[in-house]
């Protein structure tokens, strides 16, 4: 039903008859696992009923970073194309590590099977009884399966505070955009995947964190950073802890010439040399008869540690890494 699929363009009232009418899954491009708790269900298909009323009500224009990054793309109609089975992850943990709460399967299956040269089928009858057809051909990271792990619906990783849910929304929204952009990309950037962490990162040695600076992580980022502009009925404390989110996200960008280990230690090191030379100069300055030729020799030294310091922390930090969300397509055939 075209009426349907452009809901973007309806107004907040005709959405909101529609899904009196004929329920509130019926207004999403995406299918909702019917292995997923009812009330878990229901909150996901209220994510995505939300992202549908902000595309029509709130102004996307204004953040022309995020347009860029969606390839100017209205965001309903970017994330529908990269994700369309959400499915529950699984329950358990693995080797004393935390699994993670969202997972793009379908661009990890993609990844697999071109490994192995062929194309598998993938079957959702345990998940969608309703479709005619359940085996999907896995022949592109595009073929758009993401899992949610029941923890994600704990009460721990709420946020909401005041009983609304629309923190809740925006949070769950940020990560579903990070998880669509695992369906982008060809050869060396096939599924946007995660590297590992260097040294000047909170999560060294782990492999959460992005090479380019339109991967995954840059897009929750900027989601979520116009999100929280629009969140009318989000709280203080909701807002504070969306921004940390926001940040933490940020922080997993790596940048080309990130301030590593060495350089925080450099700058400490030259720090305390100044604090010593600047206590040095104040006693000299103090004395009845100076030195004169110590005092230029100690004013030189500092100079140039005060120079030197300078330039290490007006390094500019950034990523100048982009990488290509063209999706790949296999033609080996099954």
């Not at 009232?13 to 009418?21: D, E, H, N």
């Not at 709280?235 to 940390?244: F, N, T, Y």
Request: proline share 4%.
């Amino acid at each position: 039903m075209r009426l349907i699929k452009d809901a973007k363009r309806l107004t907040p009232f005709l959405i909101l008859s529609l899904y009196l009418l004929l329920g509130q899954s019926a207004l999403l491009a995406q299918q909702i696992s019917e292995k997923f708790k009812y009330e878990d269900r229901t909150f996901t298909e209220s994510t995505l009923l939300y992202l549908s009323e902000i595309s029509v009500n709130e102004p996307w224009e204004d953040s022309p970073k995020l347009q860029f990054l969606l390839e100017s793309e209205p965001p309903k109609e970017w994330l529908e194309k990269r994700i369309s089975y959400l499915i529950p992850g699984q329950k358990t943990f693995e080797t004393s590590q935390m699994l993670p709460l969202m997972s793009n399967l379908g661009a990890k299956l993609y990844s697999d099977s071109k490994q192995r040269k062929e194309t598998p089928l993938y079957s959702l009858e345990d998940h969608f009884l309703s479709l005619e057809d359940n085996k999907l051909v896995i022949n592109s990271p595009r073929v758009g399966i993401v899992s949610v792990s029941q923890h994600y619906f704990s009460k721990e990783n709420k946020i909401s505070d005041t009983g609304d849910k629309e923190a809740d929304y925006v949070s769950m929204l940020s990560l579903l955009f990070h998880e669509a952009r695992h369906s982008d990309g060809n050869h060396e950037s096939l599924g946007f995947s995660h590297t590992t962490c260097p040294e000047s990162s909170d999560y060294v040695g782990l492999k959460v964190c992005d090479a380019s600076y339109n991967g995954p992580y840059a897009i929750s980022a900027e989601v979520l950073d116009h999100l929280i502009s629009q969140c009318h009925s989000c709280s203080d404390v909701e807002k504070e802890v969306l921004q940390l989110m926001y940040f933490d996200f940020q922080g997993r960008i790596i940048n080309d010439n990130a301030m590593t280990l060495k350089k925080k230690n450099e700058i400490n090191d030259i720090q305390n040399q100044l604090d010593s030379l600047y206590e040095e100069k104040y006693y000299k300055n103090q004395a009845p008869v100076q030195n004169f030729v110590s005092i230029l020799i100690l004013k030189r030294k500092i100079s140039i540690l005060e120079t030197r310091l300078n330039h290490l922390q007006n390094t500019e930090l950034k990523n100048n890494t982009y990488w290509d969300p063209t999706p790949e397509y296999s033609d080996i055939s099954i």
